[in-house]
Nanobody
Framework: QLQASGGGLVQPGGSLRLSCAAS????????MGWYRQAPGKQRELVAT????????????TYGDSVKGRFTISVDCAKNLVYLQMNSLKPEDTAVHYC?????????????WGQGTQVTVSS
């Protein structure tokens, strides 16, 4: 249902762009976003954005550690969410998971993608 891509290895100070596509029978999407989990740590919020199924389209939230460096955006027509990550730091190293609240023929459900590894290292 959610397919993430774009992870990889990057040097500190570099940039990466993650993408996540929602597929299947989709009636509406309330929000899409990204969470991440580093080894030995709890999963944490990276960013979310409300989508076409929300009455308040385009509202964003960011985790404190990424504010000012990361930008989330959504393409409602294609059911895609992007995460532009700039000024990457070693502490950004984690598996990044796509998340979305989607209405299908079975009702509203919270979906998670398979995760994509982001490694920031020199």
């Amino acid at each position: 249902q959610l397919q993430a891509s774009g992870g990889g290895l990057v040097q500190p100070g570099g940039s990466l762009r993650l993408s996540c596509a929602a597929s299947g029978v989709i009636f509406s999407i309330n929000y899409m976003g990204w969470y991440r989990q580093a080894p030995g740590k709890q999963r944490e919020l990276v960013a979310t954005i409300t989508s076409g199924g929300s009455t308040n389209y385009g509202i964003t939230t960011y985790g404190d550690s990424v504010k000012g460096r990361f930008t989330i955006s959504v393409d409602c027509a294609k059911n895609l969410v992007y995460l532009q990550m700039n000024s990457l730091k070693p502490e950004d190293t984690a598996v990044h998971y796509c998340n979305a609240d989607i209405a299908t023929d079975r009702g509203w459900h919270d979906y998670w993608g398979q995760g994509t590894q982001v490694t920031v290292s020199s």
